[in-house]
C-alpha cells in the first residue's frame, strides 16, 4: 500500500458525459501527478500540481481539468468523454517535485 | 522532449534464473531514472530508483546501472522467484518539475 488514495476503483459512463476522478496524496506529500495508461500510449503524463499550484502540464486535452485544493486532495475533471478516453488513470504523490512518486491504486474508466 | 525506450518487450526466464530490462533515453539532462513494478489490477509500485551521482545500485535481488555517456540505464533481478512476474516499467526526468517519462513496459515471467 503507497498510502495514495484514489476513487472510484471504477467508473462505466457514456460518450459525452462528464466524471470526476479524485486522489488523496500520502501524508505531507506536497506534489500530485496525474497519469493515463492505455494500451498502446503506455503512461502518460496529463498534470502537477505542487501545493494547490499548477506545476507542469502534459499531454493534457483540454476537455480534461484538473485542480488540488487546500487540503491537498486532486480532482481530475474528464468532460465530453470519447470512446478512445477509456483507460486506467493514475495519480502519484511526492514530497517535493525532486523525490521519489508514488502510486495510488488506479481509476478504470470505460466509456461506453 | 525526452524519450524512454525499453527492450525487450516480454521477457520469459526460468526460476532461479536472472533478468535483465534495459533502457536509453534521449535528454542528456534527465538525472533521476526510478523502476517500477506493475501487478495485475495494480499502480505501479516504485522497487529502485538511481539518480546520475551513481553508476550502481543495489537493493537484495534488484539492482540498477546507469551509463551516463551511453544514455542507458538497466533492471537486474537475479534469482528469480515466480512473484516477480509482472509489468516493469523503467522511466526518466530531470530534477525539479519535470514529471517521469516512462518507457512502455517489459512483461516478465518467471517460470517455475
Known amino acids: 500500500d503507497s498510502g495514495v488514495t484514489q476513487t472510484p476503483k471504477h467508473l462505466i459512463t457514456a460518450t459525452g458525459q462528464r466524471v470526476t476522478l479524485r486522489c488523496s496524496p500520502r501524508?505531507?506529500?506536497?506534489?500530485v501527478y496525474w497519469y493515463q495508461q492505455s494500451l498502446d500510449q503506455g503512461l502518460q503524463f496529463l498534470i502537477q500540481?505542487?501545493?494547490?499550484?499548477?506545476?507542469a502540464k502534459g499531454n493534457i486535452l483540454e476537455r480534461f481539468s484538473a485542480q488540488q485544493f487546500p487540503d491537498l486532495h486532486s480532482e481530475l475533471n474528464l468532460s465530453s468523454l470519447e470512446l478512445g478516453d477509456s483507460a486506467l488513470y493514475f495519480c502519484?504523490?511526492?514530497?517535493?517535485?525532486?523525490?521519489?512518486?508514488?502510486f495510488g491504486p488506479g481509476t478504470r474508466l470505460t466509456v461506453l | 522532449g525526452e524519450n524512454v525506450e525499453q527492450h525487450p518487450s516480454t521477457l520469459s526466464v526460468q526460476e532461479g534464473d536472472s533478468a535483465v530490462i534495459k533502457c536509453t533515453y534521449s535528454d542528456s539532462a534527465s538525472n533521476y531514472f526510478p523502476w517500477y513494478k506493475q501487478e495485475l489490477g495494480k499502480g505501479p509500485q516504485l522497487i529502485i530508483d538511481i539518480r546520475s551521482n551513481v553508476g550502481e545500485k543495489k537493493d537484495q535481488r534488484i539492482a540498477v546501472t546507469l551509463n551516463k555517456t551511453a544514455k542507458h540505464f538497466s533492471l537486474h533481478i537475479t534469482e528469480t522467484q515466480p512473484e516477480d512476474s509482472a509489468v516493469y516499467f523503467c522511466a526518466a526526468s530531470r530534477s525539479g518539475n519535470t514529471p517521469l517519462v516512462f518507457g512502455k513496459g517489459t512483461r516478465l515471467s518467471v517460470i517455475a
Open positions: 500540481y505542487y501545493n494547490g499550484e499548477e506545476r
Open positions: 501524508s505531507g506529500d506536497l506534489s
Open positions: 502519484a504523490s511526492s514530497w517535493d517535485a525532486d523525490n521519489e512518486q508514488f
